[in-house]
């Protein structure tokens, strides 16, 4: 009787596990199809334009397999757009780190109106890229720039410099523009780690004679490391589809020596190839899934070495 009754109880466990596992996927099917919707349906089909010849002054639109992926392999100009968007990336994502850490330990320190600093440190990342972007356009203008007026006041240069016009100094102009915006959003994530080692970790330091560097380095730097991988992820995707500031600021000049990917792939959209567009759309996708799988693996094997 006693192995009846457990049986039957054991019975009624199950069945309650069941029932709690088709509540669970009915209420994860609204997001399941929202997000198969919104996101999958997209992406497939991009992918499959991109195997057609599907340009709107050629018509009909022909299925040519790979052809479009040969043809952006054998394109220079693309390999440039390539390459100046992992520059970008790379150079962007850096300072923008560097910058955030500091803006972090800085507004992290108690001291009188720090609620203050910390809503100014955080303007910037609040407006709108196309904002940022026009307003960066007008401080570099040519003829009535703010940093030409500054230059030449302060006698550091005695005509107006075209910051826009060559392809360094354009780029430097892009990247001192984004990264001007979001070092406050990678200040935000580390202030979020930051808060949450404990005190009494750096007071135990502090007692054995540890340094502010040895503190940084020791006890900062590894116990934010999870939070600094996901900041990475976050900068490095949005910057490899960097779009709109490049847009409003150069439109990929002067020659598209600043043209990015997303921009590259924009123009062939505006030209109406759309299937050479879309393959230009896949490539930067399989371009941030690799950047994100290598900084998840990096991750890890920084923390098999600690676990050694």
């Known amino acids: 009787m006693k192995k009846r009754g457990q049986r039957r109880k054991e019975g009624?466990?199950?069945?309650?596990?069941?029932?709690?596992?088709?509540?669970?996927?009915?209420?994860?099917?609204?997001?399941?199809?929202?997000?198969?919707?919104?996101?999958?349906?997209?992406?497939?089909?991009?992918?499959?334009?991109?195997?057609?010849?599907?340009?709107?002054?050629?018509?009909?639109?022909?299925?040519?397999?790979?052809?479009?992926y040969k043809r952006?392999?054998?394109?220079?100009?693309?390999?440039?757009s390539v390459f100046i968007t992992v520059g970008?990336?790379?150079?962007?994502?850096?300072?923008?780190?560097?910058?955030?850490?500091?803006?972090?330990?800085?507004?992290?320190?108690?001291?009188?109106?720090?609620?203050?600093m910390r809503a100014i440190v955080l303007i910037p990342w609040a407006i709108p890229t196309i904002v940022s972007a026009k307003t960066w356009q007008l401080i570099y203008n040519y003829n009535y720039g703010l940093l030409n007026y500054l230059f030449m006041r302060i006698h550091l240069s005695l005509h107006p410099i075209n910051w826009l016009g060559s392809p360094t100094s354009a780029?430097?102009?892009?990247?001192?523009?984004?990264?001007?915006?979001?070092?406050?959003?990678?200040?935000?994530?580390?202030?979020?780690?930051?808060?949450?080692?404990?005190?009494?970790?750096?007071?135990?330091?502090?007692?054995?004679?540890?340094?502010?560097?040895?503190?940084?380095?020791?006890?900062?730097?590894?116990?934010?490391?999870?939070?600094?991988?996901?900041?990475?992820?976050?900068?490095?995707?949005?910057?490899?589809r960097i779009f709109d500031l490049i847009y409003v600021l150069t439109g990929g000049g002067p020659a598209g020596s600043t043209s990015s990917i997303s921009v590259y792939g924009f123009k062939a959209y505006i030209l109406g190839d759309f299937g050479y567009g879309s393959s230009v759309s896949v490539f930067t996708f399989l371009l941030i899934f690799l950047f994100t799988v290598l900084y998840l693996k990096l991750g890890r094997f920084r923390e098999g070495l600690k676990n050694e």
């Open 171 to 240: 780029f430097t102009s892009i990247v001192i523009a984004d990264v001007w915006k979001t070092a406050p959003f990678m200040a935000i994530l580390f202030l979020a780690g930051l808060q949450s080692i404990p005190e009494s970790i750096y007071e135990a330091a502090r007692v054995d004679g540890a340094s502010m560097t040895q503190e940084f380095f020791k006890i900062t730097l590894p116990l934010l490391r999870p939070v600094i991988i996901i900041a990475l992820i976050f900068r490095t995707i949005d910057s490899l």
């Open 12 to 68: 009624g466990s199950v069945k309650y596990k069941r029932r709690e596992e088709r509540l669970a996927y009915l209420l994860l099917a609204p997001i399941v199809l929202l997000v198969g919707g919104l996101i999958l349906v997209p992406i497939v089909g991009t992918l499959i334009s991109s195997f057609y010849r599907n340009i709107t002054f050629l018509p009909p639109v022909k299925f040519i397999g790979l052809g479009n």
């Open 88 to 116: 970008f990336t790379v150079v962007s994502v850096l300072l923008e780190s560097i910058l955030g850490m500091f803006y972090a330990l800085i507004i992290h320190e108690k001291f009188r109106l720090r609620g203050i």
């Open 72 to 80: 952006l392999f054998s394109d220079l100009n693309f390999w440039h």
